[in-house]
């Protein structure tokens, strides 16, 4: 099946530091990508849908200017956590759909990425 | 807006017995898929099953059903004969048919198999 890879799969951090995690679609190409926050024992909020050469929608109440979300090719997208704070601590995942089978159940989800801010 | 309610955080399950993780959803999509996913411990997210709005069949994946009734909004997952490799965390989630075509999960199940 289809495999999406994420890159760091954890990452430590001081606190101010930026940190950028990306998302690789490794077989097909994904012209959209989705990136969601889970903290401990809760579910995954999304934060906001990456497209292929276009800005990112963000979800209300998540600072864009703080999450960078950038979406160069139709197999990468970055999430970039900028002056990163401990409250940024977290366990973030990234999502792609795969377009060539398209239906809306062709989302295939990378391994996470563990964030913690010292 | 969608909106997915999984009212048990915690179940326990003996091993080989079977369980039903209950899940009711709230949408104005005419249009709608509804998505089971496993995750364990590492943090994986693990695709388990998928039910159309339209499909007439309740959708069936090896040990995994889902028992869809569309007047009641519900969409349980019923896992048959169960291992102890199944305990984990159980998110059920709801995706329009719109185009940017986002998944709401729930709040999520913690299974756990007793041996």
């Known amino acids: 099946g289809a495999v999406v890879s994420q890159h760091p799969s954890r990452v430590i951090c001081k606190s101010g530091t930026s940190v950028k995690i990306e998302c690789r679609s490794l077989d097909f190409q994904a012209t959209t990508m989705f990136w969601y926050r889970q903290f401990p024992k809760k579910s995954l909020m999304l934060m906001a849908t990456s497209n292929e050469g276009s800005k990112a929608t963000y979800e209300q109440g998540v600072e864009k200017d703080k999450f960078l979300i950038n979406h160069a090719s139709l197999t990468l997208s970055t999430l970039t956590v900028t002056s990163a704070h401990p409250e940024d601590s977290s366990f973030y995942i990234c999502?792609?759909?795969?377009?060539?089978?398209?239906?809306?159940?062709?989302?295939?989800f990378g391994p996470g990425t563990r964030l913690t801010v010292l | 807006a969608q909106k997915i309610t999984q009212t048990q955080p915690g179940m326990f399950v003996q091993e080989k017995e079977a369980v039903t993780l209950d899940c009711t959803y709230d949408t104005s999509d005419p249009s709608y898929g509804l998505f089971w996913y496993k995750q364990p411990s590492s943090g994986e997210m693990i695709f388990l099953i998928y039910?159309?709005?339209?499909?007439?069949q309740n959708a069936t994946e090896g040990r995994y059903s889902l028992n869809f009734q569309k007047a009641r909004k519900s969409a349980n997952l019923v896992i048959s004969a169960s291992q102890l490799g199944d305990s984990a965390m159980y998110f059920c989630a709801i995706g329009s048919s719109g185009s940017a075509r986002q998944l709401t999960f729930g709040s999520g199940t913690q299974l756990t198999v007793l041996p």
């Open positions: 999502s792609a759909r795969d377009y060539r089978t398209g239906g809306i159940h062709t989302q295939y």
């Open positions: 039910q159309g709005s339209y499909d007439q």
